[in-house]
C-alpha cells in the first residue's frame, strides 16, 4: 500500500488550479437553461448533475465533462455516436441518452433522470465500511446485476472501464442504474491519461473505505498502459463485489481470501474471487457470463433463490452482435461452446465426488498390436502381483493360476477381456488385441491393488478396539477419539471378526460374527453399560431440597448410591429465604463424588447495563452517565455505577434516558437467581425542521428523495446525519437545502420562494408546466399575399399589402399537440389519435376557448408581459410569422415536394422529380420537417390552423400598421394548408374559408402571445 502523503507545494498548487477548473456546481447554480438540484457524483471523467429545467422544471440527469475535453470535436463526435448506440439498448440499468450539447464551453450528456442512492450509500446504510460487508445474499444480487448489465452492453459493443462506485444508483426496489458507459472509449487513450495525469485523486484510497474511486478498480493491465479490454470490467465487478462482500478493498499484493474475512460462507467465494482479480487477463473470466457461472457456484444449493436470480442474468445477455453477423452456423457453435464449458464446470465439479471402483479396467490393445506387426506367433505374457492370482478369459470358461506371478498362454488372434483377481485385492479387467502371425516380446504387468476396506466403530470415547480373527488371534487396532468413534482406513482385509470393546469403568463389549464386506464402509455401534456410581451432596446450611432432573431425592447432606454414571445431571439445591442454586455434573462410571454447594446465597438481584451509542461523531457512553437515568417500571434511578443490586422478583419494563439520547424498552423476567446484564443502544433523539411559508403557499415536501407529509408545518429527522430538503411550490422555482441538526434540535427555515420568471422580449419561451415552446417573432414589417406571377396563385391574394407591426410577439413553435390540449381542457376531439400529433377536429371558439385559459392561469401565476394574452394569431400575423422573412411561396424556397411539409404533390406541378405524397393518410408528429427563421415548423401542410380574422375575399391593398383582425362576415380565415392538401395550396399567402362551426380532421391551430386585440 503506498502511502498517502501531502505532496509537495507546488504540486499541491497545481492540483488546486486543476481543481478550480474542474470544480463542482454548486446546489442551485445556473448552468445553461438549468438550475443544479443537486451534485450526484464527482468522478474522474465527468460529475454527473440533478438538474430542472428553470421555466418548465423538467428534470434530467446531467453529466458534465472534465475542463480537457473542451474543443475536442472527436470526442464530441464519439459521443453522439454512443448517443445513437445506447438508443438502441433495451435494458432497464442503462438510461437513455437525450443529447449531446456544448453549454459554456463545457461537453455534456443529458439523460434520462436517474434516481436512488449511490452503491456507496448504499453500503454504508446495509453494511459497515472497513469492518464488515452487505451480506452474502446481498452481494450476491448486486454483483449478478453487475455482470448482467455489463454483460449485455459487451454483446452490444459497448463497455465501461470506469467503475466507480458512485456511478452505481440503487433503486428503492434493489436494482441499479449504471452511468458512463461508453465514455471511457469516447475519449480515446491521449485524451484520457492526459485527465488522468491531472486528476487529484490518489493512487489508492485506503482512507475512503466507503467508496471505491476510478483508480481503485482499475485492473492491473489498465492501471500499466497495456492493451485492455471488456475484461477491464470483469475485474472491476470482481473488485467491487470482494469490497460489498467483506466490506474490505483487495489489496493484490497482500490479498487476503473472502472465507478468511467473512465467516461460513462457501469455498467457491475464494475461486470466484481468484479468477475475478487475476493479474493477467488472460487468466481472468473471459466474459461477464462466465464470470457469472462462476458466480453461481457461490451458492450452495443449485436451486436457491440466489442462483435462481444469477441464471435470470445470464439468460438477459444476448449472443455478441459480432457472433450474430457470422450466421446461424457460428451462432451455434457460439451457443455450444458455452453449453460445453458449463459442461465441463459440472463434470469437473462431479469429478471431484468419485470413489475408487472396485474393478479397475485398463486396455493393452495398442501395446500388444504394435508388438505383433513384427510377424511372430501369437501368444501372451503376463507378469501378475502377487504371485498368486487368478486368470480368467471373460466369455469363456478358461481360467488359469499365475506361478509365481507369471503366466504365458499361447492364444488365437483376437480382441479378449481378461479378468485378474486375487485374495484381499481388487480384481482388474485388461482388454488385449491379438494379431494374427504376431508374438509378444514385452511382458503385460498387471499389479493388483490390495483390497484394504474401512471400518468405523462408535462407543465410548476412550475404549480401546481390538478384533479377533478366524484364525483366533486378537489384533489391537486403535483407541476411540473423544467423540466415541474409531476409524480405521483401508486397515483390515474383508471377511468375519470378533469384536472387542473394552474401557475403564465399564462392562466390556463383545460382538460376535462381524462381517466386514470389501468395497463397502463398516459401521458398528458398539455401546458401553457403565458401572454405577457413588454420590453425597452437602450444603451449608444443611436442609436444602435437592433436586436431581426434576427429581427431589432428598435433603442435604444426602448420599446417593448405585448413581447411574452420565454427565447429563442437573443438580438444583432449594432452601426457602436463599437463593435456589444448580449445578450440571458429569458422574464417572464407577467413581465416588462430593457435590458440595458451600454457602448458600440469601434471595438478590442485579442488574447490570452495557451501553453504546449510535450514529457518527457522538460522545463516549462515559460521557453520558452523569445525565443518565434508568427507568425500571416507570420509576427512575441514578446511574451510579451502572449496578442496581437490587430488583424485585417479576416482570419489569426497563429503559434508559437521556436529554439528547432514548433507549428501547425491554422487558425482563426478574428470577431468585443469577445476574442480569442489559445491552443498551442509545439512539439520538430526532431533530425537527419547522417550514414558515409566506401567504397560504402549499409546499411538496420530498426528504432525499421521499415525498413527506407535513405534521403541522413540522418535520421529524435523523440526528447528526445529512438529509436534503426539497420544496416544490407551484409557480415558483424549486428550493433545496441540506440539514444536518443536533439531537433534539428545533431549526425554523423561513422560506422565501421565488417565482417563475415570464418571458423575455427577444428570446424563446417555455409555457411552464404544460412544455408549450414559443419561439420569438420581431417586431418588422413585410408584404402580404403573393405577387402576379407566383404559380398557382388564386386573385383572394392579392392584392398585395405592405404591414408593418411595431411590437414583437412570441409564436407557438408547434402546433397544438393533442396532450397539450388534453392538459388543459381534459379532451381529446382528435381523429388521428397521438399524443405528439397535432390536435384536431376542434372548432374556431373552441380554439378561442383554449387560448383563454391559457390566458388566465399564466394571469393568475403574474407571468403574463404587460398588454400581452395568449390567444389566435390575426391573418396578417400568421402569415408574417411563417415566412420567416422570406418572400418566396414557401419559408425554404421556390420549389417543393412532400419531403419538405406534409402535404401532397410537388410545386410547381410541372416538375418531374420529387415526392408526390406523404407516408400513410392523416397527420404527422410535429416538428418532423425543417423549421422556419424564427424556428416554427408546420407552417407548410400538417393542419390547417385558425385565425383571429373572418374572410374578405381580397386584400386591402393599402399599407397598414399594427392591423387588428376583421371582424365583419360568416366564415373564418384558415392558413397553411393540411395534410391532404396539394404543394400548391399550402404556400404562405393561399388564404381559406372554412365556418367557425366546422370540426375537420384536417384543421388544428397555433397559439401566439401576442398584444391584446
Not at 455534456?108 to 460487508?133: A, R
Not at 470389501?518 to 444443611?542: H, N
Request: net charge neutral.
Amino acid at each position: 500500500m503506498e502511502n498517502e502523503e501531502s505532496p509537495p507545494d507546488s504540486i499541491a498548487a497545481a492540483q488546486k488550479k486543476e481543481q478550480l477548473k474542474n470544480r463542482v456546481l454548486k446546489t442551485g447554480e445556473s448552468f445553461g437553461n438549468y438550475r443544479v438540484v443537486k451534485c450526484m457524483c464527482a468522478g474522474l471523467l465527468a460529475h454527473y448533475y440533478h438538474m430542472q429545467h428553470i421555466r418548465d422544471l423538467h428534470d434530467v440527469t446531467v453529466g458534465i465533462f472534465h475542463y480537457r475535453t473542451e474543443g475536442n470535436d472527436r470526442f464530441f463526435k464519439r459521443l453522439e455516436l454512443l448517443k445513437k448506440t445506447v438508443s438502441t439498448f433495451d435494458h432497464e440499468a442503462i438510461p437513455k441518452i437525450r443529447d449531446c450539447n456544448k453549454i459554456d464551453g463545457r461537453i455534456c450528456l443529458f439523460l434520462d433522470p436517474v434516481k436512488g442512492q449511490t452503491l456507496s450509500q448504499y453500503f454504508e446504510t446495509h453494511g459497515e465500511p472497513g469492518k464488515e460487508g452487505i451480506g452474502v445474499k446481498a452481494s450476491v444480487v448486486m454483483i449478478a446485476q453487475l455482470l448482467g448489465v455489463l454483460g449485455y452492453a459487451h454483446s452490444q459493443g459497448v463497455d465501461h472501464r470506469d467503475l466507480d462506485s458512485d456511478l452505481i444508483y440503487v433503486q428503492e426496489d434493489g436494482s441499479i442504474r449504471i452511468l458512463g458507459l461508453g465514455v471511457k472509449a469516447a475519449l480515446g487513450v491521449d485524451l484520457f491519461e492526459s485527465i488522468v495525469s491531472a486528476s487529484v485523486s490518489p493512487l489508492v484510497s485506503s482512507k475512503t473505505l466507503g467508496r471505491l474511486n476510478s483508480f481503485d478498480v482499475m485492473s492491473p493491465e489498465y492501471r500499466s498502459g497495456v492493451v485492455e479490454d471488456a475484461r477491464v470490467d470483469v475485474y472491476g465487478v470482481g473488485f467491487i463485489g470482494y469490497w460489498l462482500l467483506t466490506g474490505r478493498k483487495a489489496v493484490l499484493s497482500k490479498y487476503e481470501p473472502p472465507t478468511k474475512l467473512v465467516d461460513d460462507i462457501s469455498p467457491n467465494w475464494n475461486e470466484y474471487f481468484d479468477k475475478s482479480l487475476e493479474r493477467t487477463q488472460d487468466k481472468r473470466y473471459q466474459s461477464c457470463k462466465v464470470a457469472l457461472l462462476g458466480l453461481k457456484s457461490t451458492e450452495v444449493e443449485p436451486q436457491s433463490e440466489g442462483a435462481g436470480f444469477v441464471q435470470r442474468q445470464i439468460d438477459r445477455i444476448p449472443v455478441p452482435k459480432k457472433i450474430v453477423e457470422r450466421g446461424e452456423l457460428a451462432t451455434r457453435i457460439y451457443r455450444l461452446f458455452i453449453i460445453g464449458l458449463i459442461g465441463l464446470t459440472l463434470t469437473a465439479i462431479c469429478a471431484s465426488f468419485l470413489s475408487v471402483s472396485y474393478t479397475e479396467e485398463a486396455d493393452y490393445s495398442r501395446s500388444v498390436a504394435q508388438v505383433a506387426e513384427a510377424g511372430q506367433r501369437p501368444s501372451l505374457e503376463l507378469k501378475v502381483e502377487p504371485p498368486v492370482a487368478k486368470v480368467e478369459f471373460v466369455g469363456f470358461k478358461q481360467r488359469f493360476f499365475a506361478n509365481e506371478g507369471a503366466l504365458r498362454l499361447n492364444v488365437q488372434p483376437g480382441d479378449y477381456k481378461l479378468r485378474i483377481s486375487a485374495p484381499h485385492h481388487i480384481e482388474k479387467i485388461l482388454r488385449v488385441n491379438i494379431v494374427s502371425g504376431a508374438s509378444i516380446a514385452e511382458r503385460v504387468q498387471v499389479k493388483l491393488k490390495p483390497a484394504w476396506t474401512d471400518m468405523t466403530i462408535h462407543t465410548e470415547p476412550g475404549a480401546s478396539i481390538s478384533v479377533v480373527d478366524v484364525r483366533g488371534l486378537e489384533i489391537e487396532l486403535g483407541v476411540a477419539d473423544d467423540s466415541g468413534t474409531f476409524s480405521l482406513k483401508k486397515g483390515i482385509f474383508a471377511g468375519t471378526y470378533q469384536v472387542l470393546v473394552k474401557k475403564a469403568g465399564y462392562q466390556p463389549s463383545v460382538l460376535e460374527n462381524q462381517a466386514i464386506e470389501f468395497g463397502t464402509l463398516a459401521e458398528i455401534d458398539a455401546p458401553l453399560l457403565p458401572l454405577p456410581a457413588k454420590v453425597d451432596v452437602r450444603s451449608q446450611p444443611a436442609g436444602a431440597s435437592i433436586v436431581i432432573n426434576d427429581v427431589e431425592l432428598g435433603k442435604t447432606p444426602l448420599s446417593l448410591e448405585d448413581v447411574i454414571p452420565s454427565d447429563q445431571y442437573l443438580v438444583i439445591a432449594r432452601l426457602p429465604g436463599y437463593r435456589p442454586i444448580g449445578r450440571r455434573v458429569v458422574v464417572e462410571p464407577g467413581q465416588d463424588m462430593m457435590i458440595d454447594f458451600g454457602d448458600l446465597v440469601p434471595l438478590s438481584g442485579a442488574l447490570r447495563f452495557r451501553v453504546s451509542v449510535r450514529g457518527k461523531n457522538v460522545p463516549e457512553p462515559e460521557d453520558l452517565y452523569h445525565a443518565l437515568k434508568v427507568v425500571i417500571d416507570d420509576e427512575a434511578y441514578s446511574w451510579g455505577e451502572r449496578d442496581l443490586g437490587f430488583v424485585p422478583v417479576g416482570e419489569h419494563r426497563i429503559r434508559l434516558e437521556h436529554p439528547l439520547y432514548i433507549s428501547n424498552e425491554k422487558t425482563l423476567q426478574v428470577d431468585d437467581r443469577g445476574e442480569y446484564t442489559l445491552d443498551f443502544v442509545l439512539k439520538p433523539r430526532p431533530s425537527i425542521v419547522q417550514l414558515e411559508i409566506p401567504g397560504s403557499l402549499e409546499a411538496a415536501v420530498r426528504v432525499d428523495g421521499v415525498v413527506t407529509k407535513l405534521v403541522g408545518n413540522s418535520i421529524q429527522i435523523p440526528a447528526n446525519k445529512e438529509v436534503e430538503f426539497e420544496l416544490r411550490v407551484r409557480n415558483h422555482l424549486t428550493m433545496s437545502r441540506v440539514f444536518k441538526l443536533s439531537p433534539n434540535e428545533t431549526y425554523v427555515w423561513q422560506v422565501k420562494p421565488v417565482s417563475i420568471p415570464g418571458p423575455t422580449e427577444g428570446q424563446s419561451w417555455t409555457l411552464p408546466y404544460f412544455s408549450i415552446s414559443f419561439g420569438w417573432v420581431p417586431a418588422g414589417e413585410f408584404t402580404m399575399g403573393s405577387p402576379l406571377p407566383e404559380h398557382a396563385r388564386l386573385p383572394n391574394e392579392g392584392p398585395q399589402t405592405q404591414v408593418r407591426f411595431t411590437r414583437g410577439f412570441w409564436a407557438g413553435i408547434y402546433e397544438v399537440t393533442q396532450a397539450q390540449y388534453y392538459e388543459i381542457t381534459g379532451r381529446n376531439p382528435s381523429k388521428f389519435k397521438s399524443s405528439a400529433r397535432p390536435v384536431e377536429s376542434v372548432s374556431w371558439q373552441e380554439a378561442k376557448v383554449f387560448c383563454e385559459l391559457l390566458t388566465n392561469f399564466e394571469r393568475e401565476a403574474q407571468r403574463l408581459p404587460e398588454g400581452y394574452v395568449y390567444r389566435l394569431p390575426s391573418e396578417a400575423e400568421w402569415e408574417y410569422a411563417a415566412r420567416g422573412g422570406s418572400m418566396t411561396p414557401f419559408h425554404f424556397g421556390r420549389v417543393a415536394d412532400a419531403t419538405k411539409g406534409h402535404f401532397r404533390g410537388v410545386y410547381p406541378r410541372d416538375r418531374k422529380d420529387g415526392l408526390r405524397a406523404p407516408d400513410g393518410t392523416g397527420t404527422s408528429i410535429v416538428g418532423r420537417y425543417q423549421a422556419n427563421e424564427y424556428g416554427l415548423y408546420d407552417v407548410h401542410g400538417n393542419v390547417r390552423e385558425w385565425t383571429l380574422d373572418r374572410y374578405n375575399g381580397r386584400l386591402s391593398g393599402e399599407s397598414a400598421v399594427d392591423p387588428r383582425p376583421r371582424s365583419e362576415g360568416e366564415r373564418i380565415v384558415v392558413r397553411g394548408g393540411g395534410w391532404e392538401d396539394s404543394a400548391a395550396r399550402v404556400r404562405s399567402a393561399v388564404r381559406e374559408e372554412i365556418s367557425p362551426n366546422v370540426t375537420s380532421d384536417a384543421v388544428g391551430f397555433r397559439v401566439v402571445l401576442a398584444p391584446e386585440l
